[in-house]
């Protein structure tokens, strides 16, 4: 795709209820029973679906004293001593061979400080590096990255990488190794060396950047590489390519020559300063504000961090990509704020990603103004407990203020969550939740039923030790004024993945009343079930890595409407990854839309909706293709085309890039969607069109641009920004932005802002 998302699959959302009632109550029907004894039958095999995990592969960590320069050099006499961990194996091209350039690395350790060096064989000096940006990407660099599951309960880990620059990422990774979040920002250090055929990294991390138990004498660990000069990734123990590169069911084990101190940090005040200035074009009104505020770090303990905050401000934030939207639902967009990333797994990983998120960070602090138009809603403060309670349990805990708006009628909230998470069997996790969003607004004019919204929960989320098998299973309730019985939403999902084979099978069901005002619902009223299969093949001697063939059927039940059957798809699908890093796929769907509610997929203003209570179906052919990412000039093209409910579609986009290396990026991409439907109904004509590019002064200053352009939205936005960081962790932003309408190039919107944050070790 082109940097954005382009959603065509299409669901309804209806709002008949699934319960019958009595007195004025409701009982849940006898249909979701069979429910509730899937859920119970498949989470009592758990125990038997756990395997031995391999971790033969350990490195000792010797204890040293020297005084540490930091130079990338490696030229201290105790680097010579250090034991040194090597033999790196492949995970692409393929998954079974020695490294072509060969990665050796050491670890030592004093009273304060984690180091590691790194030697990394290369064909030639040519190094693949995008920016000199913090937080690169790792597909497009090359890099040496470090995972250190410092509780060693195989589900949360944090995640270290560098390239030959002395570039640096770091980031925190959660569910096992399927959720990496990389904008977690900590302190540290790492400088490299370049030549022309190898590169050498000295990281240096201070222990109270990490958290562990005071006492370990031991962590699983694992080191990996990105050589993308020659498209190859290898990792020092092996990892089948069906399982992701920061999995971490197959990890090493790295031993301390002597126990480890407490990892308790010190106590960190980053206090801001922001000047706005804006103009709204459109409501003919203006604003110059200048605002300060704190946030707070305190260690708690050594796995606990207390996070405090006090008129909170996100203007530095990077914006979202616009996408073109031809569905009935919200599309959910990553949450990017500071303040909700650290151990945001605990938050926002209960429920599933497609049919019921009960915790959403990015609800607090955006309403519903009175024309049903999204704003920022302003927050007044907040603290985050979280973190290790000890090697099994972890905890949980927001609590985050919203101000009244009273020219939209919007009540000050009270936002809180409190999650606990057990560690049970070898990798697999049980979680409860209580989610409560709440206003003490006496106000009689505010509806009753937005007074609270609460939702409780219990999930268990099944995790193999080769992570073979995984699944999610969740029973979740809510409760609202004048509404407090059945409001249920469960699923049972068992996923099997081995080299060769995948096999998932799902089942999710939603209550009409089921409501979660902080999290991400996008349709009620469901019992939907999805199967699928996947084989893949693995050929020798070609420019293919692997590829594999893929059939997935959804079905969508409205359980009160007699469990009709109002929404299936079917999709045939044939993904290709060569060995020159470049990917293509391609696959045929059919859908099948009951709309119970007229629907126009056009959104024109005024036009003739496509009519309710009837059934339309449809077949399409999508395909997609990514070209070698390590080359200077990149692009990309996607296309479609088919029938569309009662008429056809046609889409095509496409991306260009080219990188200045490694002081600049450039790219251009174009989306367009062409749909035709007979008469009365409209047609349409949808473009998407994003530039950006990305300059690096140096490794402290950056300047990103982004230029949007929707005609959906009728917007042209153009999003700059300067960054300074002139100390660690500690910035100078200069933000612009302008918004237009497309129809008539007239002026929309208009702020520019520059803020000051500063990292203060108390």
Do not use: C
Not at 528 to 545: Q, V
Request: negative net charge; without cysteine; charged residues 20%.
């Amino acid at each position: 795709m082109v940097g954005t998302s382009v959603i065509l699959v299409r669901f309804f959302t209806g709002s008949e209820r699934i319960f019958g009632h009595i007195n004025g109550k409701t009982m849940m029907m006898k249909h979701w029973y069979p429910v509730l004894w899937l859920i119970f039958g498949l989470f009592m095999l758990v125990p038997y679906l756990g395997f031995a995990q391999n971790t033969t592969k350990q490195i000792g960590a010797k204890f040293i004293t020297e005084e540490v320069v930091l130079d990338g050099k490696l030229d201290e006499a105790f680097w010579e001593m250090a034991e040194t961990g090597s033999d790196f194996v492949q995970y692409f091209p393929t998954d079974s061979l020695p490294a072509k350039h060969a990665t050796s690395f050491k670890v030592v350790f004093s009273e304060t400080t984690l180091y590691l060096g790194v030697r990394g064989e290369a064909a030639n000096g040519d190094y693949v590096v995008s920016s000199l940006r913090r937080d690169f990407g790792g597909t497009t660099n090359d890099n040496i990255s470090f995972l250190f599951d410092t509780f060693s309960d195989a589900t949360t880990a944090f995640f270290f990488g560098v390239t030959p620059y002395g570039v640096q990422r770091e980031g925190l990774v959660a569910e096992g190794g399927e959720n990496f979040n990389n904008t977690w920002d900590i302190k540290w250090q790492a400088e490299a060396q370049r030549y022309n055929d190898h590169y050498t990294v000295e990281i240096a991390i201070p222990f109270t950047s990490l958290k562990f138990i005071e006492g370990s004498t031991s962590w699983r660990f694992r080191a990996y590489r990105w050589n993308i000069q020659s498209n190859e990734q290898t990792t020092w123990t092996q990892i089948p390519q069906n399982q992701t590169l920061s999995s971490l069911a197959y990890m090493g084990q790295l031993n301390f020559e002597r126990p480890l101190g407490r990892s308790r940090s010190p106590f960190f005040l980053i206090p801001y300063i922001n000047t706005l200035a804006q103009q709204d074009y459109a409501a003919d009104t203006d604003q110059q504000d200048f605002k300060t505020g704190v946030d707070a770090k305190v260690a708690v303990s050594d796995g606990m961090n207390l996070d405090v905050t006090i008129n909170p401000d996100f203007s530095n934030v990077e914006v979202d990509d616009v996408f073109t939207n031809l569905t009935r639902f919200e599309i959910r967009l990553p949450e990017r704020r500071q303040f909700f990333i650290d151990n945001n797994d605990l938050f926002a990983n209960y429920g599933n990603t497609l049919d019921n998120i009960p915790f959403f960070s990015r609800r607090i602090g955006l309403v519903r103004d009175t024309l049903g138009n999204l704003i920022e809603n302003r927050l007044l403060g907040g603290v985050r407990l979280s973190g290790k309670l000890n090697s099994t349990w972890r905890l949980g805990f927001l609590n985050l203020q919203s101000a009244a708006d009273d020219a939209n009628r919007i009540p000050s909230y009270n936002n809180m969550m409190l999650a606990f998470q057990k560690k049970v069997f070898s990798r697999s996790n049980l979680g409860f939740f209580w989610v409560n969003r709440q206003t003490l607004d006496t106000d009689e004019s505010l509806n009753p039923n937005e007074r609270y919204n609460r939702v409780i929960g219990l999930d268990y989320d099944l995790a193999s030790a080769d992570n073979i098998w995984t699944g999610n299973f969740f029973v979740h309730k809510s409760f609202q004024p004048g509404d407090s019985e059945g409001n249920f939403s469960a699923q049972a999902r068992v996923n099997y993945d081995d080299r060769d084979w995948r096999f998932v099978t799902d089942f999710v069901y939603v209550d009409e009343e089921y409501r979660a005002d902080l999290g991400f619902v996008p349709r009620t009223d469901i019992f939907k079930n999805g199967l699928s299969a996947t084989r893949r093949f693995y050929p020798r001697d070609s420019k293919i890595s692997n590829h594999s063939f893929q059939l997935l059927g959804v079905n969508f039940w409205r359980v009160n409407l007699d469990f009709k059957n109002t929404d299936y798809f079917y999709r045939a699908t044939w993904e290709v990854n060569f060995t020159n890093q470049s990917t293509f796929s391609n696959n045929v769907q059919h859908d099948y839309i009951f709309l119970t509610n007229d629907f126009d997929p056009t959104r024109t203003p005024g036009a003739t909706p496509l009519s309710g209570n009837r059934g339309y179906s449809f077949t399409q052919y999508n395909a997609e293709y990514a070209s070698n990412p390590s080359k200077l000039f990149t692009f990309s093209g996607n296309t479609s085309i088919g029938q569309f409910f009662n008429g056809e579609q046609y889409s095509f986009g496409g991306q260009v890039g080219y990188r200045f290396q490694p002081w600049a990026n450039i790219s251009v991409g174009v989306n367009y969607d062409g749909i035709r439907l007979p008469e009365p109904y409209n047609d349409a004509d949808i473009w998407l069109g994003i530039a950006r590019t990305e300059i690096t002064f140096s490794k402290s200053i950056f300047w990103n641009t982004l230029i949007q352009y929707s005609n959906q939205r009728d917007n042209f936005g153009i999003n700059s920004r300067l960054q300074w960081r002139f100390a660690p962790l500690s910035d100078l932003f200069l933000v612009y932005n302008d918004n237009y309408f497309t129809g008539t190039f007239a002026p929309r919107f208009r702020s520019i802002n520059l803020k000051l944050t500063y990292w203060l070790n108390l």
